[in-house]
């Protein structure tokens, strides 16, 4: 076992993360769920996720080869889809003696693939660029990119692409990006995958043949459409505890830079937490954070080890209390936004130093 001193952890519920996979999937029960875990599975450890998931689970998702080999070194069997497809032509290689799916998304990635045996080339899924303007073939090109593969290829594609607006319910532009997916789909009749987490709830057309689920899965809400998100269950929960306790009197400041003065005399708890650890040294005073069943605010700047808590309402507190900085109680998403990011970034970036351990 490995001996932890300072008690800074995610834990990680196994349980509302089989949950959440479920629930998604109950809600494009025709469509194949495919469990994106790039990025360390948003930073909530991709073995311990994958492997709660893979008997649930057929398809994983990754962005590129090194994470998809990094799951079959810790035993999981599963077929994987990257993402980004090969970085590299002897990816084919790889790919094929591991069950890998590469999505191919520019022509040197198809000169590559012309240049491989026909038996490496068989699991190929194309990507479409229907307006994210990132990665994709243009629509006019895919006619001729088709043209090139051989039948058993040709039979078995899947034609992908990607939303850049779907967490607005309101939006127009994934009903657009759909309709100019739709028609290629009709004319090859293959199988298509087009929506992520917010495609799944707001845009159900989109559901397709394989849905790719990521940030839901983690039991985040991807739009603001809560009646169908309420079930879901945040599956991190950041914690960290007090490790020391001030008095501060009226006019006195807290932290570097001296952003925070008292304005009454205050209790301060420092807690062992900062942005070396993947707090955002963004996050402004008021931050919510839970302590002892309350809701109380950071003060100050965040350190790179530490950050301050004003727990003067707090009746009981003290030295070694615990502290969630995100996850059950407090909502990941206030922390965004009092840090001026979004909640896929600060779950990526909790740092190794942080043990994700799996909830008992
Ligand atoms: C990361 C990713 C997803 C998952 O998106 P969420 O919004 O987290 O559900 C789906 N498709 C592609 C191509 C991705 O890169």
Known sequence: MRY????????IDLNALVENYQYVASIAPQSNTIAVVKADAYGHDANLVAHALSPHVELFAVGFIDEALALRQSGIKNNILILEGPFKVSDFTIAHE????????????????LSQQPQLTQNIWLKVDTGMNRLGFAIDDIDNIISKLDTTTQQNLVLCSHFSTSEQITSRKPVEQLARL???VEKYSCQ?????????FNFPASHGDYTRLGL????????????LTEQL?????LQAKIIAIHQVEIGETVGYGDTWSATRTSKIAT???GYADGYPRNAKSGTPVFINGRVVPIVGRVSMDMITVDVTDLTVVTVGDSVELWGKHISIDSVAKSSDT??????????KRVPKVAAS
Do not use: C
């Not at 932890?4 to 834990?11: E, G, K, L, N, V």
């Open 4 to 11: 932890i001193s300072r008690d800074t952890q995610a834990t």
């Open 271 to 273: 807690v062992a937490i």
């Open 192 to 200: 298509f995958s087009m929506a992520n987490s917010a495609g799944i």
């Open 233 to 237: 269950n945040p599956v991190m929960t």
């Open 216 to 227: 839901a899965l983690y039991g985040i809400s991807p739009t603001d459409n809560n009646l």
């Open 98 to 113: 591991h069950n890998f799916l590469l999505m191919l998304h520019s022509d040197y990635q198809i000169d590559w693939l």
């Open 342 to 351: 979004i909640n896929y970034e600060l779950l990526t970036r909790v740092s």
């Open 182 to 184: 739709k028609p290629l």
